[in-house]
């Protein structure tokens, strides 16, 4: 109808148009989907949770259903109904209000809150550990982060602290490997890419098998690919893959493969394949898994190692190389408000040199400074304290670890009356250190220089205060760790 010269439209038909889509989303969100697995077996599930899966939503939103099913044929039926679970499983986790929530917490952060003990959880022990990555690689093809989070942490916690034999029998796994071989996967750098071969050295035992071919794992009939079975261990820590190695040749390869791309990937590369690309490295995730002599290792086998990372910060290792931090005169503080420090940072009043005076005898407090607080550990002090920490950058100061680390790695000729070059090099079958002064952190420095001394015979710490007057036993315990590997050792003092 017209009226003058307006067109007037009771109850407009636009609008009705823009109303009718809304409300039939919301119909079609409160209606159940019936999804078809691999065995033919259909899934029901709300809309809500099949858009936790981008397949199945891209499925909902670009395709029509078959008879109003959806079908995904490589995803079991057991791998469905694990994702119906997981809206309830993840809410059911303290401070967890957001889906976003819980794929954004590690797996420290989950085990501390009782996930593993959920009751709403799938138990573990339903599923081999096979099975379990099989829901992985499921997981995957539907693009389901959530479900992908949920299998890692159950596969971590099935494995995590497992030695290779249980590890071995948790898989269901055969060993390939003779005696030697064995012994030399469990003992390798953790950071090895997947395709090293050892080299062959005049005396060293090697395995004289010739390499029998891969096998690969088939998931119940159905092959895993790569992604998948890298996916699997995405929550397994540094130590279990370190073990992982020890299964068989097949394990071994596809550990490396995960532990060189945990431990070596620079931001936005390509996890690395052969030791001449490595360029990074954790070192936090080394120390933390017990394996500190890695980072002395690394300095030896890795020519283009550029950077260490750990705790926040990063160690140019090239300027480590060319710091002076052996100068006594930069190690060493005369009088001062706290008398004297040694070279590795411990009050020492008495000291007339840098390793000389009265270095095994308790000091007592500088006179009139007793309340005073005394520094914290460090690794040495003064001018080449200011040396080394320019070579790393971070806020605040680098801990005492990645210090320590840093000097094993790349550290030059004698530091601290220490041979790091010479230790790291694996030139000296017998290490003189009696009478050094060592306490703390130097203890700390030497732990991790052994384990890169295949050719040492014979260590001499005798006459060295090496637990700091019975306050410090840190350096200690991880020196004889790794006196305690070392099989060509046959005389400690």
């Known amino acids: 109808m017209s009226l003058s010269g307006k067109t007037i439209v009771a109850g407009s038909p636009a609008e009705e148009q823009e109303e009718a889509p809304a409300a039939k989303k919301a119909t079609r969100d409160d209606e159940p989907i019936r999804v078809r697995a691999r065995d033919g077996e259909e899934v029901t599930m709300s809309r809500e949770v099949a858009r ?17 099913v959806y079908p995904v044929p490589i995803v079991t039926a057991s791998t469905l109904r694990a994702l119906v679970c997981m809206p309830e499983i993840a809410r059911s986790v303290p401070g967890v209000h957001r889906m976003e929530q819980f794929q954004n917490k590690s797996f420290e952060e989950l085990r501390s809150e009782g996930y593993a003990s959920n009751p709403l959880s ?26 992908l989070k949920h299998m890692q942490f159950v596969i971590a916690s099935r494995v995590n602290g497992k030695n290779a034999d249980e590890l071995r029998a948790l898989l269901g796994a055969g060993s390939d490997f003779d005696g030697a071989e064995l012994e030399a996967a469990l003992a390798e750098s953790a950071f090895l890419p997947e395709g090293y071969e050892a080299p062959q050295q005049l005396g060293a035992a090697s395995s004289t098998a010739p390499l029998a071919p891969l096998r690969q794992p088939s998931l119940s009939g159905v092959p895993a690919t790569t992604d998948a079975r890298e ?48 360029t990074d490295l954790d070192v936090e ?60 940072g411990a009050p020492n009043p008495f000291d007339g040199g840098l390793f000389g005076g009265f270095a095994n005898a308790p000091p007592p407090p500088p006179f009139g400074f007793a309340d005073v607080p005394l520094p914290p550990p460090s690794l040495l002090r003064g ?111």
């Open 122 to 147: 799938p138990s573990s022990d339903e599923y081999s550990l096979l099975q379990l990555m099989e829901h992985v690689q499921g997981a995957l093809f539907l693009d389901a982060p959530m479900l």
């Open 383 to 493: 001018t080449a304290k200011a040396a080394l920490h320019s070579c790393i950058s971070g806020d605040g100061e680098a801990p005492l670890k990645l210090t320590i680390a840093a000097v094993a790695c790349a550290g030059s000729g004698v530091a601290f009356g220490i041979p790091v070059q010479h230790m790291r090099e694996d030139t000296l079958p017998v290490l003189d250190l009696c009478n050094k002064g060592l306490r703390g952190p130097a203890v700390m420095l030497i732990s991790y220089l052994i384990p890169a001394m295949g050719a040492l015979t014979s260590v001499d710490l005798s006459d060295n205060n090496l637990t700091d007057y019975g306050d410090d036993m840190t350096g200690v315990k991880e020196l004889a760790a790794a006196l305690g590997v070392n099989g060509a050792l046959t005389e400690v003092r």
């Open 285 to 344: 995730l080394l120390i933390e898994a017990g394996r500190p002599g890695d980072t002395a290792l690394a300095g030896r086998m890795l020519p283009g190692l550029a950077r260490l990372h750990g705790y926040g910060f990063v160690v140019d290792v090239a300027k480590v190389r060319a710091a002076n931090l052996g100068v006594q005169e930069a190690n060493h503080f005369g009088g001062g408000l706290f008398g004297g420090f040694d070279a590795f």
């Open 52 to 68: 936790l899966a981008g397949h199945l939503k891209d499925l909902m939103d670009d395709a029509s259903s078959e008879d109003g």
């Open 231 to 278: 996916a699997a261990l995405g929550m397994v820590d540094v130590a279990t893959l370190c073990e992982l190695k020890g299964v068989n040749r097949f394990w071994r390869a596809l550990s490396r493969r995960v532990l060189c791309s945990r431990l070596c990937r620079g931001r936005g590369q390509p996890a690395p394949t052969h030791l001449e690309e490595i």
